[in-house]
């Protein structure tokens, strides 16, 4: 094969990568391989391990079931919930962007998780690194 015919079969294979859709992932499945769990927001920093949290799996997945409409979640505090928010919010601006609102209580919550919890995340998920803009206040 000729050097140039060799540059024109290299360029067609990158081409084909980037245009190829991404593999298709459970949120559980990108949360194991991609988040990382930042140093002021969790008492572990380190890479996500959902088997440490395994009841977590139903939840995180069940969101990527077209057939589930609502998702109840009944449980006692400090089990995790938050965290299976985060990762669900990382799946879907990593995996499958797609407008997302995240509601809380009040104005000072809504602050207080962004800056104290889904900022960290952003910062320290590489795969997240610069797809969120900063927030404007």
């Not at 797609?98 to 952003?122: C, E, G, N, W, Y």
Request: with cysteine; glycine share 4%; charged share 25%.
């Amino acid at each position: 094969m000729s050097d140039q015919a060799e540059k024109l079969a290299q360029a067609a294979t990158r081409t084909l990568r980037r245009m190829s859709p991404p593999p298709r992932l459970t949120t559980s499945e990108w949360a194991d391989a991609e988040r990382r769990l930042s140093p002021e927001a969790s008492a572990e920093a380190g890479w996500w391990n959902t088997d440490r949290a395994a009841y977590q799996r139903g939840i995180m997945d069940c969101i990527n079931d077209p057939a589930i409409e609502n998702i109840v979640i009944m449980s006692a505090a400090q089990i995790g919930k938050t965290e299976i928010l985060l990762n669900i919010l990382g799946y879907y601006i990593s995996h499958d962007p797609s407008p997302i609102l995240v509601l809380q209580p009040t104005l000072s919550m809504a602050q207080a998780f962004s800056k104290d919890r889904l900022a960290p995340m952003l910062r320290d998920t590489p795969c997240l690194a610069g797809k969120v803009k900063d927030p404007r206040s």
